[in-house]
């Protein structure tokens, strides 16, 4: 029998954003993966705290470890309206080691382990586990409410993706009522779906669990000296085997316009990256932001609306689908399939194609960049050519295996040094 509640209501989301990103090279230098900048004005956690928010979540705690403040400060700047006295939550869980002074946080699993105290105060049944890294819209009360419904001791969030590409992820192997049958990391030869032999189930990464089910087996698992406290290596494959594991297809749950394709995207490379950015500035994105029904939540600066100036020729200052953020100035510069986040600055004769710039970045005069993804802060010289030679880019910046180049300022200090 399921109370008349929304079951959200009686539900946290813990999310998970303390891993770096390493595939994002230099992106990932300062920050976390999760603290990327994505969409304009966006950052990447803000889809799973969004998507928890939109589904009547209102208990949240986010763990942190790899340089996380950036995302601590996103978080307290842009998540900061929830309200103790309504019973809203807003936890920031560093890695504090809060349990041995010198133990951080081993591994997923560890990461809720090690706040069981904090979780336990939030006087919840069921827990939402999320990664903080992907690109998404998901209603979870319809994944909770299936748990409920199949009395099951985990269910998981699955996509469902063609079976030659599934060797990348962990596929379930399921049977007509959708229990797991199996768990498997990153198979040469993945189990197709029940319904269709050329598709596969691969794991989202994302858990919901009774919680009184999940804090006993945290704390056996914390006692497993042979164990690397993780959900996806350990806990899932356990379950799986000794309890009733179910998977939860994302197109039952997720957020999309009528008639459009379900849309998840890990931007964990320099070339995904890229590409979902450059892809909301299609027609019609398959990834709608302008949806007021499911709305992505974020810290927004106070800032005036873009200007655009200059009309000479070969000077004029125009944008041509391109997403151009508040607080940009256009001067005299050329804009093409491009996206520009808050606060960038650009200057006469110049010429950016199919560039994604993060905030408050400034091009000078005469620079013409091509396919690139510049990081904040960073100040382009006049004149300089980026994505036309990818053998010069490599010099100094870094290009990708699909020819993306990215630059930061540590790269533009080594291109000046060399002039």
């Keep these: 029998m399921i109370d008349d ?76 309206f929830f309200r103790a006295e309504r019973n809203e939550f807003m936890d920031i869980l560093p890695a504090s080691q809060r349990m041995d002074e010198e133990m951080w946080y081993r591994g997923t699993a560890d990461a809720v382990t090690q706040n069981i105290d904090i979780v336990d105060s939030y006087g919840i049944d069921y827990i939402v586990i999320l990664a903080g890294d992907h690109i998404y819209k998901m209603d979870y009360e319809m994944m909770i409410r299936q748990h409920v419904q199949s009395g099951a001791d985990v269910t998981v969030g699955c996509l469902t993706v063609p079976r030659e590409e599934a060797s990348a992820f962990g596929v379930m192997a399921v049977d007509g009522d959708s229990r797991v049958t199996s768990f498997l990391e990153k198979p040469a030869d993945p189990p197709s779906t029940p319904e269709d032999p050329n598709k596969a189930l691969a794991s989202m990464g994302i858990y919901v669990f009774d919680w009184k089910f999940l804090r006993d087996l945290l704390q056996k698992d914390a006692e497993d000296t042979n164990s690397s406290h993780d959900f996806g290596h350990d806990l899932i494959p356990d379950i799986v085997k000794n309890g009733k594991a179910v998977a939860h297809r994302f197109d039952e749950s997720c957020v999309r316009a009528d008639g459009a394709e379900s849309y998840w995207r890990d931007v964990g490379t320099i070339d995904a990256f890229w590409e979902a950015n450059i892809d909301l500035t299609n027609f019609t994105p398959t990834l709608d932001l302008w949806d007021h029904n499911w709305p992505i939540w974020t810290y927004s600066e106070s800032v005036p609306p873009a200007k655009f100036i200059h009309d000479e020729k070969d000077r004029r200052g125009v944008a041509i689908s391109s997403m151009v953020s508040g607080g940009c100035i256009i001067s005299g510069t050329e804009v093409r399939n491009s996206l520009l986040f808050t606060q960038v600055h650009t200057n006469s004769y110049a010429v950016l194609d199919h560039a994604v710039v993060l905030p408050h970045v400034v091009v000078n005069r005469s620079a013409r960049l091509t396919k690139c993804v510049i990081d904040r802060g960073v100040h382009i010289p006049a004149g300089l050519v980026v994505g036309e030679d990818p053998q010069e880019d490599e010099k100094y910046f870094r290009v990708s295996e699909k020819g993306t180049t990215l630059i930061t300022k540590d790269m533009i200090a080594k291109w000046e040094a060399a002039q």
Excluded at 12 to 29: N, W, Y
């Design 5 to 80: 509640r929304r079951l959200a209501q009686r539900s946290m989301a813990f999310v998970l954003a303390g891993g770096r990103g390493s595939r994002l090279k230099e992106l990932t230098d300062r920050r976390v993966k999760p603290a990327v900048y994505f969409g304009g004005k966006t950052r990447i956690i803000d889809f799973a705290l969004s998507n928890a928010m939109n589904s009547g979540i209102r208990k949240m705690a986010v763990a942190t470890q790899y340089k996380a403040h950036s995302l601590i400060r996103h978080c307290q700047r842009g998540w900061s």
